[in-house]
């Protein structure tokens, strides 16, 4: 018998989409619905106990719909698009993906390193549009990357296993700006924490992976890049506002920095008038970070898990605010 309703906004593995049928009772709707617009709607949210999916802002409009939900799911580490305060106010779950996505979101993030770094996406084009006529000179050297300092700003889960990388396969020195010590990553890795100012002035690439939040909205700004040296880089797999973006891109044009790596911006997709894609010293690629089938597919599974535990017994496992349940 199912033990609760639930509305599903995204897709589902097959093998997962009937797991979650198996233990409620499922309406599927779809993606990027401004819900509490969409009248039709309106009348399922009305005795809803969960809620699955990724990408929809959930917020406490769409929460007053809802006044039976108890759990919401999201395929996703980050939470950013939930409104948690109005979540824990109402007593409603919200459980997260983290651990299962972490080693191959460091791995996209050292990928923007090197690719930056070496000019990877850029001489590739210089390839296909056939100017590749000559041996490469000094124009289109790069930089190194073994040795170097590398900055990670928020040396979490996904920071810790890029900090990882860098010193285990790169022999790179770790500095990191975050609101605790990490115990572990300064004996593993020799990472050493510093203000936000001495790793801007000290990197030769710093790393965001910052949680979106009030306080890391547009963290780095004009003032931070400005302190940033001439041939560092700027690699960012985090949320694309913790950059603000114009004054990154006034710092790319005149090279007062010497590239970026973006994987995240203000705005998804990336408008394609967006200045950035007419810089050459910056790679850009399209949010991908846990996108691999592997790892979307064990985040799914997380996440139909989590509903599945939180509905039937409240289990707290992978829960942003265990306290509703305390
Ligand atoms: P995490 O383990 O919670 O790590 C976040 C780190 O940021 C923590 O070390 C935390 O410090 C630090 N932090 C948070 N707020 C801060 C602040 N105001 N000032 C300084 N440091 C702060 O999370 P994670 O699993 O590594 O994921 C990090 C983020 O990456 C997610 O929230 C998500 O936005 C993003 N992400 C992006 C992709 C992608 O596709 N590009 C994929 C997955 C995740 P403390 O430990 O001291 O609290």
Redesign the pocket.
């Known amino acids: 018998m199912a033990i609760a309703k639930v509305i599903q906004y995204s897709d589902l593995p097959e093998d997962l989409q009937a797991l979650l049928k198996e233990h409620c009772d499922v309406t599927r709707v779809g993606i990027s619905l401004d819900l509490p617009q969409e009248q039709s709607l309106v009348p399922l949210f009305a005795d809803v106990e969960g809620l699955i999916g990724v990408g929809q802002k959930v917020d406490s409009k769409l929460i007053e719909l809802a006044p039976k939900l108890k759990v919401t799911s999201t395929v996703?580490?980050?939470y950013?698009h939930f409104d948690v305060p109005a979540l824990t106010r109402r007593g409603i779950m919200l459980m997260h993906t983290?651990d299962v996505?972490?080693e191959t979101?460091a791995d996209?993030i050292f990928t923007l390193i090197l690719c930056t770094a070496r000019r990877a996406a850029e001489l590739d084009r210089m390839i296909k549009q056939g100017r590749w006529t000559k041996t490469i000179d000094s124009e289109y050297f790069g930089s190194d990357v073994h040795g170097k300092k590398l900055g990670i700003l928020?040396?979490?889960?996904?920071?810790s296993a890029v900090a990882r990388r860098a010193h285990n396969g790169f022999n790179m020195e770790i500095l990191y700006?975050?609101?605790?010590v990490k115990e572990r990553a300064e004996t593993e890795y020799g990472a050493r924490r510093y203000t936000l100012d001495e790793i801007l002035a000290e990197a030769d690439f710093i790393c965001s992976?910052?949680?979106?939040?009030d306080?890391?909205h547009k963290l780095i700004g004009s003032e931070e890049l400005s302190k940033m040296k001439k041939d560092a880089f700027l690699i960012n797999?985090?949320?694309g506002p913790v950059v603000d973006e114009a004054a990154l891109i006034t710092a790319l044009q005149n090279k007062t920095i010497r590239g970026a790596g973006l994987?995240?911006f203000e705005k998804e997709p990336l408008p394609i008038d967006s200045p950035l894609l007419a810089l050459a010293n910056v790679v850009t690629l399209p949010?991908?970070?846990?996108a691999t089938h592997e790892t979307r597919y064990e985040m799914a599974k997380c996440a139909v898990d989590n509903l599945i535990a939180a509905l039937r017994s409240q289990s707290t496992k992978n829960c942003v605010n265990p306290e509703v349940v305390e």
């Open positions: 996703s580490v980050g950013d983290p996505l972490t979101t996209m928020g040396l979490g889960r996904i920071g700006f975050g609101r605790s992976v910052l949680p979106l939040s306080e890391t797999g985090g949320r994987d995240v949010h991908i970070g846990s």
